[in-house]
């Protein structure tokens, strides 16, 4: 078996924004969960929702509607910071979002913040306040 190995030179704040980049692009790209066959094709995307970009820190983990109709019709949104406290000067330092501004095509957006138990427990680290239900 062969491997493919990268190797970042840089100072160390680039060298941290470098690798991360690299690593969602090769780990996790785009991916489709399902489709009507397994011999369909993925259609472009006719419209987007989105009208700003996120902060260039934050991943897009999840949009989905699957738990729709046990919630009220509302979708999931979950969101992720990539960088750890203190592994970049800029990049890994909290981030504000306006989802009215990047949800702005598809109307005014309500929300609910939710955190992961483990993520509420351990804010400390994290350097977010957590919202807690």
């Given at each position: 078996?062969?491997?493919?190995v ?13 690798r ?10 785009p ?13 472009p ?6 009208g ?6 934050i ?13 009220s ?61």
């Amino acid at each position: 078996m062969r491997g493919t190995v990268f190797l970042v030179v840089d100072k160390i704040p680039a060298a941290h924004k470098t690798r991360r980049q690299l690593i969602e692009q090769l780990n996790f790209p785009p991916t489709l969960a399902f489709a009507p066959t397994v011999a369909a094709t993925p259609t472009p995307a006719k419209q987007s929702f989105i009208g700003a970009a996120l902060a260039p820190n934050i991943k897009l983990l999840t949009v989905s509607s699957n738990y729709a109709r046990w919630n009220s019709g509302k979708s999931i949104l979950r969101l992720a910071h990539l960088y750890q406290t203190g592994e970049h000067p800029t990049l890994s330092a909290p981030v504000t979002l306006h989802l009215a501004q990047i949800f702005s095509k598809k109307g005014e957006p309500t929300a609910a913040s939710t955190a992961a138990a483990a993520a509420a427990a351990a804010c400390g680290w994290c350097g977010v306040a957590h919202a807690r239900d």
